[in-house]
């Protein structure tokens, strides 16, 4: 026990009470009341040794129950007492007991083992009162009083708040019992109803405090109420010693609540950060993309669905649905993301702040792991894009070529019905040699038309190919009717050459042929065929995506339109010559019913076919004006996106390269600056919007490229969330900022002083001090830097070894070794307070010291005691106690 001084020298202290003794102890009610209140006592410490006393002169004249009282009070064992009854005997035990008050410091002045074995009640009690001053008063202290003056203004604070009850003194304060009844209500007021208690009944108020005392606190009735009431200064000596009892009975108590309140906020803290760190961990799950909007732990299945629909309409209907999770899904996902990396900063500010290891999220929840997982997203959602826009053109071009087969194939079939009938046809068996004749030129006839129809049986079959390739979804019907056409055409070939061969047979049988028949034959199978073509390409559909394409067309069919003239000539030819044979006939008296034998195509067919081709010519005129002034329009859509794009993007890039905030005022005034900024780009939100308008219209026209601008409506959308994150992040430096100075209680002054020495030092401007600065940064503030200083000091703020200080770990350092924090140790030694010095604690301490939350909280994560001392159920509060900070495992 450390021995007590208050500036004063022992002697000089001691001299005082000795020539207080002199004085007061005259008094007859001083001494009566000062002999109770020393005998209960003494009692109440021998009471632990199994005896007491009742005659505090006599029973002490021995000297053997006075050294039994110094070794309880003390817990140290005296020197053998003698065991004889002689005087000598009993003057040497009260030489030892009073040795051993001596040996404490305490220096006793005027008191010899005569005056105690003689039975003298003055020396007696001031023996006594020299005892409970070393043993029980002297180690009282608050605020670095002397012992008396402790006492005394523990006793004012603890009755400061209470009517009628003003303690100025150890004597008259204490008359009416309301001072004594008050310290008991202030720490167990489910003893006394203090509201009830009456100033002007000074006997009941101190009989009800002296019995609760003894009953319920374990403290003897040391006092006498009717002595009190009835003195009218009652003995300071006796009030000091009752009341000193009410301190050590009270005082472990209150080192328990302050220890229980240092526990409860330190597990607060713990609490209150797992409850953070559980909240990251939810709001990881739900913005992690692989997690998200479906919960299937896979991306959105129809991202991952490339099967292609066989119609335009449902292709269409993909992409409207890529729009809408765009535009209306994605976003608020954007803003979680953004609000889950702030979560992230703050819970590890706080940890670090309160002394905390740092938070690792679960694995793939780390914030770099989301935003891995959202690139991958978005390289998806490109795939995807790509994807749609790929098969649309797929499905135009095969739609286009489809329908081209068809008519090429309607074309081609209606020519070759019944083609086969005539080839196999036997009437040159029974005709003349002119029919003969003619049945041959015809037949030449035929074969110029077959060698004509070749080509488009060739892009028939071109064309199939091609929408086999394309995996055209009716590819069999399509097979099908080729393989049809083309057996044909090998059997027509086939049938060809057997009739020729049966027509030369008989040719020398025949000798009159129609020249000019047959001259109309070769002529008008190649104009029809001609004409034909004509009208194919005159209907033929056009996919075009720009003017230039459109226009190229436009020239193309001017070019054909400047060929009808001579076209005009060849058909007024091939009239001419069948109008020769008309003129033959008549001259010949040939019957006027003449059919030409060396073709089917009549005068009428070919001036219908003409006619035809006349009306096709400025449909299609038509057509290609009404496709000029959609491609016109087109391209003002691209010039109207351009025009937004090209203000928006550079618009965007300003705004991530400029530095909206003021550094040198608070950092309130920077927040409310960057909140401002914040507004104003958010406002800016509309022309994005009305952008997003745009690019969907351009894409409903199937628009797929922009020449007027670099940026797409994707680069746009990147390029915002980008800026919506940084201000963001911004905004959670500040308010980490603000944070860190409130909880370290640093000034916006020093704040400012740190931020101004970060940024000299920061030569390069990358947002961190390299090694070399910041030593020159350290040594500017007056630190004398070892090497091995230097390198704890590194390993503090640069615990990873990247050679970079941050602003964050800069004011850390600043502020660490001059913030009291609580530590392991402390914690601890809190519960060792709250276990009364045992090694563990047990369940119901913990429910008895700490309110409900909390015990629970301790019950459930504190470790079992294994030490040899412990017991069933015990507790181990100092390993609890080191898992709080992450020093150990539980």
């Not at 329908?403 to 005539?422: I, V, Y």
Request: a negative charge; one cysteine or more; aromatic letters at 8%.
């Amino acid at each position: 026990m450390e021995q007590y001084s208050n500036g004063y020298g022992q002697e000089e202290y001691m001299l005082q009470e000795d020539e207080w003794d002199r004085d007061l102890l005259l008094d007859p009610a001083w001494e009566k009341q000062q002999r109770k209140t020393f005998t209960a006592w003494c009692n109440s410490h021998l009471r632990k040794a199994g005896t007491q006393i009742d005659n505090i002169e006599e029973e002490f004249r021995n000297g053997l129950k006075l050294m039994l009282l110094l070794e309880v009070i003390s817990g140290e064992r005296l020197p053998k007492p003698d065991r004889g009854k002689m005087r000598f005997h009993k003057i040497a035990n009260v030489n030892k007991a009073l040795e051993y008050i001596t040996s404490k410091g305490v220096k006793l002045v005027s008191i010899g083992a005569e005056e105690i074995v003689d039975g003298n009640v003055k020396m007696t009690l001031g023996m006594i009162w020299t005892i409970i001053l070393r043993f029980a008063i002297q180690d009282i202290s608050v605020e670095e009083t002397s012992a008396k003056e402790g006492l005394l203004l523990w006793c004012q604070r603890k009755t400061a708040p209470y009517r009628n009850v003003n303690v100025q003194n150890f004597h008259c304060s204490w008359k009416d019992g309301l001072a004594f009844c008050a310290l008991i209500h202030r720490h167990r007021p489910d003893l006394i109803d203090y509201s009830k208690l009456n100033k002007d009944d000074p006997l009941g108020n101190l009989n009800l405090a002296l019995e609760i005392a003894e009953k319920h606190l374990d403290i003897p009735k040391m006092l006498d109420p009717e002595d009190i009431v009835n003195t009218p200064k009652p003995d300071e000596r006796a009030i000091m010693t009752y009341v000193s009892c009410f301190y050590h009975a009270f005082a472990g108590a209150e080192q328990a609540e302050t220890a229980a309140n240092r526990i409860c906020k330190v597990l607060g803290v713990n609490q209150e950060n797992e409850k953070l760190m559980e909240d990251y961990e939810k709001l990881a799950s739900e913005v992690r993309p692989i997690n998200s909007w479906n919960g299937s732990g896979a991306p959105p299945p129809w991202l991952e669905n490339r099967s292609s629909e066989t119609t335009m309409t449902a292709m269409r209907k993909k992409l409207e649905d890529f729009r809408d999770y765009r535009r209306l899904h994605k976003p608020p996902k954007v803003q979680e993301k953004c609000q889950l990396e702030i979560s992230f900063n703050t819970l590890q500010t706080k940890l670090r702040i309160s002394n905390r290891p740092a938070f690792m999220p679960s694995e793939g929840k780390m914030v770099s792991d989301i935003a891995s997982a959202w690139q991958g997203l978005e390289q998806v959602e490109k795939g995807y894009e790509e994807w749609l826009l790929t098969e649309i053109h797929r499905l135009e071009r095969l739609n286009h070529l489809a329908e081209k087969f068809n008519q090429k194939a309607s074309t081609h079939e209606a020519w070759a019905n019944g083609k086969d009938e005539l080839l196999m046809a036997k009437d040159y068996e029974t005709a003349s040699l002119t029919e003969v004749r003619a049945l041959l030129r015809r037949h030449e006839s035929f074969e110029s038309d077959l060698a004509a129809h070749q080509d488009r049986v060739e892009q028939i079959a071109a064309i199939a190919q091609e929408l086999n390739e394309l995996d055209y979804h009716a590819s069999a019907t399509i097979n099908e009717r080729c393989q049809r056409i083309c057996d044909q055409w090998d059997q027509l070939g086939t049938l060809t050459q057997k009739r020729r061969e049966a027509l030369e047979r008989t040719e020398k049988l025949l000798e009159t042929i129609d020249q000019l028949f047959l001259e109309f034959a070769k002529r008008s199978a190649p104009f029809n065929n001609w004409m034909e073509g004509a009208m194919e390409d005159l209907q033929d559909m056009f996919i075009v995506h720009s003017v230039e394409e459109i226009e190229n067309l436009m020239g193309a069919h001017d070019q054909f339109k400047a060929t009808l003239p001579e076209a005009d000539t060849e058909r007024q030819a091939i009239m001419s010559i069948y109008n020769e044979v008309q003129k033959i006939a008549q001259s010949y008296g040939i019957a006027p019913n003449l059919t030409n034998m060396y073709c089917s195509i009549t005068p009428a067919e070919i001036s219908q076919k003409w006619e035809q081709v006349k009306r096709l010519v400025p449909q299609r005129d038509s057509s290609l004006r009404e496709e000029l002034s959609r491609q016109q329009v087109n391209e003002r859509m691209r010039r109207q996106f351009a025009a937004q794009a090209n203000s928006i993007g550079p618009w965007i890039q300003a705004r991530m390269e400029v530095n909206s905030v003021d550094a040198g005022g608070t950092l309130e005034d920077q927040m409310n600056q960057l909140k401002q900024y914040e507004s104003m780009i958010i406002n800016y939100k509309t022309n994005i919007d009305r952008l997003e308008g745009d690019h969907q219209v351009i894409q409903e026209s199937l628009i797929f490229d922009n020449k007027h601008t670099n940026y797409t409506m994707e680069h746009i959308r990147v390029g915002w969330e980008l800026l919506l994150t940084t201000i963001a992040r911004t905004i959670n430096e500040i308010e980490t900022q603000i944070l860190t100075r409130d909880a370290k209680g640093i000034s916006q002054q020093q704040l400012n002083e740190f931020r101004s020495s970060f940024s000299h030092f920061d030569r390069k401007k990358k947002g961190g001090m390299e090694t070399d600065d910041f030593r020159a940064c350290l040594i500017s503030m007056g630190y004398d830097l070892g090497e091995a200083e230097f390198a704890r000091i590194m390993s503090l703020v640069d615990p990873n070894g990247k050679g970079l200080v941050t602003f964050q770990s800069f004011v850390d350092f600043m502020t660490r070794e001059t913030t009291e924090m609580d530590t392991a140790e402390q914690v601890a030694a809190s519960f060792r307070i709250l276990a009364a010095d045992k090694p563990y604690i047990l369940i119901e301490e913990l429910r008895r010291e700490l309110p409900p939350e909390q015990a629970e909280y301790c019950i459930s994560r504190m470790p079992l005691y294994a030490g040899p001392d412990g017991v069933p159920g015990a507790l181990d509060y100092s390993a609890f106690s080191t898992a709080l900070y992450g020093e150990s495992d539980l």
